[in-house]
């Protein structure tokens, strides 16, 4: 019977600056700690101890289950070296870079290549994109497309990282992140294990899609979820035994 079961499928990371690999690899989603989260763990386990407390009407981000699904999802990529990033408050385009191993570690696409097009660019960032050159390739399973994305409800605001697709079509593709930053004036260092970007596979396939008004039914669906969500439970055991 082994053989009608599915493979299932393998995404692959390789790097070509020799030791990156073994010196900041690719890591699940999941092992990334965020700040915040502990911070709002914390105020949680605070409210638990109030005597009066009602775990059933309480709401609160730390039992959110869609925040914390998505960031436990994919693979994060790191920066492998210190690298600073210099800008001026009268230049809005150009910067400069120094980077602790290797000096080509960083690129850019200037504004002919993108901010040109936009309507109105933020003041806020700077108009050329930079380019961190990571040193990683992927090779995407057939029948998926790989997203790459900035890291969900993370607290950097130095820079946005620009999402886009890798495919199997593309071949190995080079995994350079591309940031918009907005740090507009001074030096600022971007240290060796800084979280970057999220990569998560995304079947290929494309589904029907049906838009219509809702129907009673719809309507008392949506009253029950809302019931239950409002819960922000931990546990979905429950919900999920009602809706099936």
């Not at 763990?41 to 869609?66: I, Q, S, Y």
């Not at 999802?73 to 210099?86: E, L």
């Not at 050329?128 to 997203?147: A, E, F, H, N």
């Amino acid at each position: 019977m082994n053989w009608f079961q599915r493979k299932k499928p393998t995404i692959e990371f390789i790097n070509e600056i020799p030791g990156v690999a073994q010196l900041m690899p690719m890591i699940p989603a999941k092992d990334v700690r965020h700040p915040w989260v502990d911070r709002a763990v914390r105020d949680f386990a605070k409210l638990r101890e109030d005597p009066n407390w009602n775990h059933k009407k309480t709401l609160h981000t730390a039992r959110c289950p869609g925040i914390f699904t998505l960031q436990r999802h994919g693979w994060i990529m790191r920066t492998w070296q210190d690298i600073v990033i210099t800008t001026k408050k009268d230049d809005p385009t150009n910067f400069s870079w120094l980077c602790a191993h290797s000096q080509d570690g960083v690129g850019f696409h200037p504004p002919h290549q993108l901010s040109n097009f936009w309507g109105e660019w933020p003041d806020d960032t700077l108009r050329s994109v930079i380019k961190i050159q990571s040193g990683w390739r992927c090779v995407v399973p057939k029948g998926y497309y790989l997203l790459e994305m900035p890291i969900p409800l993370s607290e950097e605001n130095r820079f946005t990282t620009i999402p886009g697709y890798f495919s199997k079509e593309a071949g190995p593709a080079h995994m350079n992140v591309q940031l918009l930053w907005h740090v507009m004036d001074g030096e600022t260092l971007i240290k060796a294990g800084t979280p970057i970007a999220q990569y998560v596979l995304v079947p290929k396939e494309q589904h029907d899609m049906i838009c219509r008004d809702a129907t009673p039914d719809d309507k008392e669906l949506a009253a029950l979820e809302l019931y239950d969500s409002s819960k922000f439970v931990k546990s979905f055991g429950e919900i999920k035994k009602m809706f099936s």
